[in-house]
């Protein structure tokens, strides 16, 4: 196929405007002029010369263009208009006028937000859009800056909306590796006012033995809320320690206990739902490095239907004491949080091949029930139904979850595997080499290595 008969790129559109051609100048330009007028529109505030600025920026890029012919022709663009929004807000008249009223608030977290209140931050954000890869960037920009839903996303991309939801968070994490942002995680400090507490938790992890049996998984019946363990039914209550690997994988360490109980009946924005109380506790453990304290988890909401488990809202207070409720009305919460199905599909899903590899079934969904299990923790045994949580496209830096659900339906064992080329914010080297020792997974040619380890109270022998 010829340059003439196929859909022209950016880059042919971008070499026929440097000679002179205004339809494919304006063909290149129509595919981002959305996006462009977003970006502006983000950095000025809803004001009257948004319009003013986008047609400054098309005559700049037009004029441009004539003299110079970009490389990459997408992120040129933004730059042209960025610079327009910089010299308008450097002119007199912008500088007699408030600023500070416009702050935008950034979504840029694990499972959460972190607020960026000068505009500098969000110019460094968007900036780095720039570096990611091309199916992260695109997900971001069309999430973030030309405000797509996440099913209009996978409707233009032709991809899951999990694909999705997965592409804009590891996107989200390479944007805060690239402006050194840590991962939020929850302050060790107890809630005074917590009428659950958390139980005692071994120092080291018990020793942990599974065996496949014989029995075939059944489908599932999943209550609890997507791997926090409490179901939104009044007076359940859960306790989990979390693990990390030391000595590249060698021993296990305890790092945090969490426990939360569903205390009453709520109801947020007319939806009814449960109110779950929340205590947490972090250890500092030589060699697990321990960020700053940042906001941590105070209340969670969450209700079930007949066909899902649904996140309602989330409560978090900062160090400094001001509490902030995120709800399923906010931007971004059903990706952070949101919905799962309660049935967990059974079969089959994962053939083992040669040297320990596996391979998923075509048509598996991105959770699913796998096999039976004897788990033993020490001298307790628990017999389980494993349930794997993977991407449908696997990519750098995805996570496969694998859980052990005992027959009354609650997790007993949680284990985490990233991509071994993931480096989490903080670490210089990929996880492979951190975590040398580390059980590997190898699924459809992708390797993933053993991060995380959570145990309920039962599985620990945990103090009641």
């Not at 047609?55 to 700049?60: A, F, G, K, S, Y």
């Not at 973030?144 to 991309?157: L, N």
């Not at 947020?268 to 109110?275: A, G, L, Y």
């Amino acid at each position: 196929m010829t340059e003439s008969t196929k859909t022209p790129n950016d880059h042919i559109l971008a070499r026929r405007a440097h000679v002179g051609d205004q339809d494919a100048f304006a063909a290149l330009v129509g595919r981002y002029e959305r996006s462009l007028l977003a970006l502006i529109r983000s950095r000025l505030g809803p004001v009257d010369a948004v319009a003013d600025v986008l047609q400054e920026t098309l005559v700049q890029a037009w004029t441009g263009m004539r003299g110079y012919e970009p490389r990459e022709p997408r992120a040129w663009l933004y730059q042209v208009a960025r610079n327009r929004c910089r010299d308008y807000l450097r002119g007199a008249e912008r500088r007699e006028s408030t600023v500070d009223e416009h702050m935008l608030t950034v979504m840029v977290d694990r499972r959460g937000s972190v607020e960026a209140s000068r505009r500098q931050m969000i110019d460094e954000v968007v900036d780095t859009f720039a570096t990611l890869p091309a199916k992260e960037r695109q997900a971001l920009e069309s999430f973030y800056v030309e405000g797509f839903s996440i099913d209009e996303i996978s409707a233009r991309h032709r991809s899951p909306p999990g694909t999705i939801k997965r592409r804009l968070s590891h996107g989200r994490d390479r944007v805060r590796e690239a402006l050194g942002v840590s991962i939020d995680r929850r302050n060790s400090e107890m809630s005074k006012d917590k009428t659950v507490q958390t139980r005692t938790f071994p120092a080291e992890r018990p020793e942990v033995a599974i065996e496949r049996l014989e029995a075939k998984a059944s489908g599932m019946d999943m209550r609890e809320l997507t791997w926090w363990f409490v179901c939104p039914k009044l007076d359940d209550e859960v306790h989990w320690a979390e693990y990390q690997p030391l000595d590249g994988g060698l021993s296990w360490q305890l790092t945090q206990v969490s426990a939360m109980r569903a205390a009453r009946r709520a109801v947020i924005h007319d939806r009814e739902c449960v109110e779950i109380e929340v205590d947490e506790r972090q250890f500092a453990v030589d060699g697990v490095p321990v960020p700053s304290a940042q906001d941590r988890h105070t209340r969670v909401w969450g209700r079930l239907t007949d066909a899902e488990v649904q996140w309602v809202g989330v409560e978090r207070e900062s160090p400094e004491g001001m509490r902030k409720l995120y709800t399923f009305l906010d931007d971004h919460f059903a990706e952070d949080f949101g919905a799962r199905p309660r049935r967990i599909v059974a079969g089959d899903h994962l053939l083992a091949k040669p040297g320990g590899r596996l391979e998923r079934v075509a048509g598996t969904a991105e959770q699913f029930a796998d096999g039976v299990f004897n788990v033993r923790f020490g001298e307790t045994n628990f017999r389980c139904t494993r349930v794997v949580e993977m991407p449908l496209s696997p990519a750098e830096w995805d996570v496969v979850i694998v859980a052990y659900v005992d027959d009354s339906g609650r997790t007993v064992l949680f284990r985490r595997y990233d991509d071994d080329r993931r480096k989490v914010p903080g670490e210089s080297r990929p996880r492979r080499e951190i975590l040398a020792h580390a059980e590997r997974l190898v699924i459809d040619g992708n390797t993933y290595v053993h991060s995380y380890d959570y145990l309920t109270s039962a599985a620990c022998g945990a103090d009641d």
